[in-house]
């Protein structure tokens, strides 16, 4: 258990305190399981990565995903990336840094960070059922230029389980966005993942600090376990 509140039958054992969801209004959002960020050759190698670190997120993540389609939760995954001309790429985001390859450079998986190639997209472990939604975003947060706020609309949605990579940068940007918007956030702890484990942890605390000033923190298993007691 996350910490000593003993949780209420159903609620999710999570920090900064046990929360409650109504589970027909939640959805499973999974952010950016690109092979261009957790694979060899991808974007997030070209930065000088470790991409090795982000492995510890999937098997979490497939866990909560598996129960989610077996209860009928709607799932939403994201992808970070531009179009094939850069036009929604801005030339702060283009010239940062000093990676190997820039973003819509030729690489192993096709063109860096570009809709449509093979590193653009989500990995075989976590490959969404036809289903499922895929937005496409240009920025770190889910909400900046995609229709994610009127699909959430459009289902009732008003909690979100959030998990994904990297911690600190785009799970962190839209639950902060989400926040705004007046929605509840649970993030799974297990199921983020950073290339630097110190922003991870730093990452998680700042969505739970404050008593929770933009959601919840909570394992794979105390969601596993609010969701089978919930729908049992």
């Not at 046990?18 to 959002?29: G, V």
């Not at 229709?147 to 785009?170: A, H, R």
């Not at 199921?191 to 922003?199: I, K, N, Q, V």
């Amino acid at each position: 258990m996350l910490n000593s509140v003993e949780p209420a039958k159903g609620a999710i054992s999570a920090e900064p305190e046990p929360i409650t969801l109504d589970w027909p209004a939640t959805a499973l959002l999974i952010i950016d399981m690109q092979r261009d960020f957790m694979e060899p050759g991808g974007f997030g190698e070209t930065l000088g990565n470790d991409v090795s670190q982000l492995a510890r997120a999937v098997k979490p993540i497939g866990a909560v995903l598996a129960a989610a389609r077996d209860t009928g939760m709607l799932v939403i995954h994201t992808r970070e990336g531009h179009l094939p001309d850069l036009s929604d790429a801005p030339p702060a985001k283009l010239e940062r840094g000093a990676p190997s390859l820039r973003i819509g450079d030729p690489g192993p998986m096709g063109r860096i960070l570009i809709r449509g190639e093979a590193g653009h997209d989500i990995i075989p472990e976590l490959y969404p059922l036809d289903s499922e939604i895929v937005i496409d975003k240009p920025g770190k947060g889910a909400f900046y230029a995609t229709e994610l706020g009127d699909v959430l609309e459009k289902y009732g949605i008003e909690n979100l389980l959030v998990c994904g990579v990297t911690t600190e940068v785009c799970v962190n940007t839209t639950v902060r966005e989400a926040n705004d918007r007046g929605y509840r956030c649970v993030v799974i702890s297990d199921g983020c993942a950073s290339y630097f484990p110190e922003f991870h942890e730093m990452g998680l605390k700042m969505i739970k600090a404050q008593g929770g000033i933009f959601g919840w923190v909570a394992d794979s298993a105390a969601v596993l376990e609010a969701m089978k007691v919930s729908t049992t």
